[in-house]
């Protein structure tokens, strides 16, 4: 099975911030990598697929880099409607996530 | 629009068993596969189960492998998990997710989810 690997666990960061998560595999995923945004109580939300495609409808602050084992995902400046948790997804052998990175203001 | 509303979910014994249905609507849903993602109680997102668009491929995570089983009916725009043999780990937040594709890559829908409690 592929493992996922997220870092940090948790950000303190303030509006306006560049914030940077990253995300390993234990393998070779390719591209095939997804990142999802998740708020307290809701469904996560699509950002990204396929490492770089940004999902439409999501603002440009977010972007998304990395092939094969290292990827990250990109918030070029923080807004209030950011903090939230973020999960990247592996989907090149069935469908693992990383373990999430909760986003906190500081 | 895309909608999926998860419904079955409740308390259940350890042992017992619970099925889950997911309705879509809003896309045509034999052309996209279905997944079942789980969250447990201030944890991080789980992936349990998928399907193909068609049904005739399923996938399991190994912690339900022979206890769950999934199903779809697209004459229903349905999807279903089955799941038997509860354990307290399989208490959480079960959410329906819809793949961008007919088998296998990411999930652009989601529902709101299912609370599954597994507890005496």
């Known amino acids: 099975d592929i493992q996922m690997t997220q870092s940090p666990s948790t950000l303190s960061a303030s509006v306006g911030d560049r914030v940077t998560i990253t995300c390993r595999a234990s393998?070779?995923?390719?591209?095939?990598l997804a990142w999802y945004q998740q708020k307290a109580g809701k469904a996560p939300k699509l950002l990204i697929y396929?490492?770089?495609s940004l999902e439409s409808g999501v603002p440009s602050r977010f972007s998304g880099s990395g092939s094969g084992t290292e990827f990250t995902l990109t918030i070029s400046s923080l807004q209030p409607d950011d903090f939230a948790s973020y999960y990247c997804?592996?989907?090149?052998?069935?469908?693992?996530f990383g373990q999430g990175t909760k986003v906190e203001i500081k | 629009e895309v909608q999926l509303l998860e419904s079955g979910g409740g308390l259940v014994q350890p042992g017992g068993s619970l099925r889950l249905s997911c309705a879509a609507s809003?896309?045509?849903?034999?052309?996209?596969?279905m997944s079942w993602v789980r969250q447990a109680p201030g944890k991080g997102l789980e992936w349990v189960s998928g399907?193909?668009?068609?049904?005739?491929?399923?996938y399991y995570a190994d912690s339900v492998k022979g206890r769950f089983t999934i199903s779809r009916d697209n004459s229903k725009n349905t999807l279903y998990l089955q799941m038997n043999t509860l354990r307290a780990e399989d208490t959480a937040v079960y959410y329906c997710?819809?793949?961008?594709?007919?088998?296998?890559?990411?999930?652009?829908?989601w529902g709101q989810g299912t609370l599954v409690t597994v507890s005496s």
């Open positions: 997804q592996q989907y090149n052998s069935n469908w693992t």
């Open positions: 997710a819809k793949d961008r594709a007919y088998s296998g890559s990411y999930w652009d829908y």
């Open positions: 399907i193909s668009g068609g049904g005739g491929t399923t």
């Open positions: 393998q070779s995923i390719s591209n095939w």
């Open positions: 396929k490492a770089s």
């Open positions: 809003g896309f045509t849903f034999t052309n996209n596969a």
